[in-house]
């Protein structure tokens, strides 16, 4: 089915591509995100609002266009016939796309172009049961495509589409619907410039570019820096199709149950004016991002205007509970067992993102023999897929000696599957865990990735406690005692340090006994911290971060989320022209941080950066060569 001619009162501002051959345009940022920032709960359908609250949709669309935006998009992303049937409104989909659809034309009026917003519908590919076919994916898109373009688009923006079939697919059935009409077609790239399947953003650029895509292109992902890998791939394609871009506003962080992108507009803005240079033509915001940040674009580009579950804590019976001796006044087998005479110092070493673990065994075994006192392993930080810390840290225990901390993430398991993984760390000999939240599903490099949180942070703490006392979260005799010592995370914040000090408190009650901290780069800044906690019983390690050059402390200030650095720093790095001088420098300013906080800190975190062993190793041999 075609569908005729668009109405004569649109053809006035149907120059898209014209107007994108002149000039770079800028589109607006995030709707879902911004919805939660407004207090909108996220775990019901936003698109349900275009016919719920209306006015409120209307209004971020009036808000966008009033920070400069020149193309704006419906709020229309996931209404298709698959994600809505989870919702019991399948039958709504006309009404809703319709809907959304208007309310963006009214906003925009006759200067700002409306994009038709398309996404994937979650099936996964390749398909290959008999319950979904590529027929039946095609005439979900075919469904809500034609109910946008009654409702007055100009353009279709099929974005965040992780599978090339799938894309193709929705280009195809654009191509059927209305075959004049402009085609942004933009994928994930989250790593080094490919899909998470793998795939080239150059491959699948020139693919949806033959298929019929007007703008190839990407947004979401993992931040501007990981989106201009991807960018410098599709600007080979610059000079036969137009390009566009979207980025996060960095890697999000669950603050209070809430999602928080915290890299801020300005470092945003310089960043997308390198994909320009690249060649992008069509810019704008994707997830985190916000009116303040299309507003940024617009002036640095000189753009002129045309729930959780909790842990209920029983007991059967008294005569349940095990008899073994164990003093329950302890702080774990970790803890109890640290060295008197000496500063106690956590190393951590990420489990490798492959099957050889040879070169981390060789850092721990070196780590070991310097005086660290427990290397800790993470749990598939950023949702990167890594080695299983399990077993890691059982190898390294077995084969140094030393003592190991488990990160445990709520973000991958059930409350079943946790607590197997407690009751595992336990078999194997393990006494020390993190307990922490984890980062969201969404920054993952894997497809098909859904975050569990049936418990969160505190909920976690709460059950490893139980399992300390002998009992499961059903409060149910386990025979033995677990003697783990129990860690929390802490992102200290000196502007506010208020709310995430009560939360450690909170941590503290249920259960924590240590503390590792998040990098932090300022002596005052720590003697702060270690004041403002001193009435918890708690041990805390503070977070050191050797910095490898001043682009790394630039990425890891504007883009990973609690992480600091001060500006001071982050100039005196790029006073050196060469890596290596600043690597230096940044190393002697680690060394400076050590001695200026090691008479009064309960001890040290080291960080690997980028999982570089050798230097905290170096850090820790003069650690302990001068008596520490």
Same mark, same amino acid.
Request: hydrophobic residues 45%.
């Given at each position: 089915?075609?569908? %005729? ?215 979401? %992902? ?35 149950? +809430? ?241 995430? #000090?009560?939360?450690?408190? +909170? ?35 503070? %977070? ?24 001071? #720093? ?26 200026? #906080? ?31």
């Amino acid at each position: 089915m075609v569908i %005729g001619n668009l109405d004569m009162s649109r053809q006035i501002k149907y120059k898209f591509v014209d107007q994108l051959n002149e000039k770079v345009m800028l589109g607006d940022g995030a709707f879902g995100t911004y919805l939660f920032e407004k207090g909108v709960d996220l775990s019901k359908n936003t698109d349900l609002l275009n016919l719920s609250d209306p006015d409120l949709v209307y209004s971020i669309h009036e808000e966008y266009i009033r920070a400069g935006s020149e193309l704006i998009e419906t709020n229309t992303f996931g209404a298709n016939r698959f994600k809505m049937i989870k919702f019991g409104r399948e039958h709504k989909i006309r009404e809703i796309n319709l809907k959304g659809a208007e309310l963006a034309c009214r906003a925009a009026g006759n200067d700002i172009f409306v994009g038709g917003s398309i996404g994937p519908t979650g099936v996964k590919f390749p398909l290959e049961n008999d319950k979904v076919d590529s027929s039946a994916v095609q005439e979900a898109f075919f469904e809500q495509m034609t109910a946008l373009l009654e409702g007055g688009v100009d353009l279709f923006i099929i974005e965040t589409f992780t599978y090339l079939d799938e894309i193709l697919l929705a280009i195809e059935t654009a191509k059927k619907v209305a075959p004049d009409i402009p085609i942004v077609a933009q994928m994930i790239y989250p790593f080094r410039g490919r899909t998470a399947i793998g795939l080239d953003a150059l491959d699948c650029g020139r693919a949806t570019a033959a298929a019929g895509a007007t703008v190839v292109g990407t947004n979401c %992902g993992r931040g501007v820096k990981s989106m201009l890998s991807a960018v410098e791939r599709l600007s080979l394609l610059k000079d036969t199709v137009l390009l566009s871009a979207f980025p996060n506003a960095g890697l999000p962080e669950v603050i209070e149950h +809430r999602m928080v992108y915290s890299t801020p507009p300005s470092y945003m803005a310089e960043k997308v004016a390198e994909m320009v240079k690249l060649g992008v033509r069509l810019i704008g915001g994707c997830c985190g991002t916000t009116p303040a940040h299309i507003h940024e674009f617009r002036q640095h580009l000189h753009i002129k205007r045309p729930k959780a579950i909790g842990v209920a804590v029983s007991v059967e019976k008294a005569s349940d509970l095990p008899e073994d001796g164990k003093d329950l006044t302890g702080r774990g087998g970790m803890i109890d067992g640290l060295k008197p005479d000496r500063i106690p110092v956590l190393v951590e070493v990420d489990p490798p993102k492959h099957l050889d673990v040879e070169g981390i065994l060789t850092g721990a075994k070196a780590l070991a023999g310097a005086g660290a006192d427990a290397i800790t392993l993470a749990e598939h930080p950023l949702a990167v897929l890594r080695t299983d810390n399990l077993s890691l840290a059982h190898r390294i225990r077995v084969e140094t000696g030393i003592q190991t901390v488990l990160h445990l993430t709520c973000r991958d398991r059930n409350v079943l599957g946790l607590q197997a993984q407690i009751m595992g760390a336990h078999v194997l000999g393990l006494e020390a865990i993190l307990a922490i939240t984890g980062d969201p599903a969404t920054s993952t490099d894997q497809p098909g990735v859904s975050g569990v949180f049936d418990v969160r942070s505190f909920g976690l703490i709460q059950m490893i406690s139980q399992f300390n006392r002998g009992l499961n979260m059903a409060g149910v005799s386990m025979k033995e005692r677990t003697n783990f010592s129990i860690g929390a995370a802490f992102s200290y914040r000196p502007a506010n340090p208020d709310l995430q #000090i009560s939360r450690l408190a +909170r941590k503290a009650d249920l259960g924590a006994h240590f503390v590792m901290t998040q990098p932090i780069f300022d002596r005052d800044a720590v003697e702060a911290m270690m004041n403002s906690t001193q009435h918890l019983n708690l041990l805390i390690f503070t %977070g050191i971060f050797p910095l490898i050059s001043a682009r790394n402390a630039d990425f890891l200030h504007n883009e990973i989320p609690g992480i600091s650095i001060p500006t001071e #720093i982050r100039k005196h790095l790029w006073k050196y022209e060469k890596v290596e001088d600043q690597r230096k420098a940044a190393l002697d300013l680690a060394r400076k941080l050590i001695a200026d #906080i090691i008479s009064f800190v309960d001890g040290l975190y080291l960080i690997s950066p980028l999982n570089k062993w050798e230097i905290p190793l170096t850090l820790l041999q003069e650690l302990r060569a001068a008596g520490h």
